[in-house]
């Protein structure tokens, strides 16, 4: 009912900068919350931000400060501003739309390399 698409990814050097994008298209006035996942080689998948329809946004301790996640409603996208990014930011990120506690959808993910 909801396809997500992410793009923005690359290639980028300690202390740069990045925006993502994520794109959803079909029932997407279904969608509550939106969010944007990373997950590294052989690590979990982790939660990096989440944004309400309203706008009200909440992050993960490594990216408070550094990310800024914003939606906009008009064109079905969210965004996800990075900056000072780290080696450790390394990872593919992944947006999700959610719908309620036992629906969720999942883009194909975009990969972020954080390289001098």
């Known amino acids: 009912q909801v396809q997500l698409v992410e793009s923005g990814g690359g290639l980028v050097q300690p202390g740069g900068s990045l925006r993502l994008s994520c794109a959803a298209s079909?029932?997407?006035?279904?969608?509550?919350?939106m969010a944007w996942y990373r997950q590294a080689p052989g690590k979990e998948r982790e939660l990096v931000a989440h944004?309400?329809?309203?706008?009200?946004?909440t992050y993960s301790e490594s990216a408070k400060g550094r990310f800024t996640i914003s939606r906009d409603n008009a064109k079905n996208t969210v965004y996800l501003q990075m900056n000072s990014l780290k080696s450790d930011d390394t990872a593919v990120y992944y947006c999700?739309?959610?719908?309620?506690?036992?629906?969720?959808?999942w883009g194909q993910g975009t990969q972020v390399t954080v390289s001098s």
């Open positions: 999700k739309a959610v719908r309620d506690l036992t629906l969720a959808y």
């Open positions: 079909g029932s997407t006035s279904i969608i509550n919350i």
């Open positions: 944004i309400t329809t309203g706008g009200r946004a």
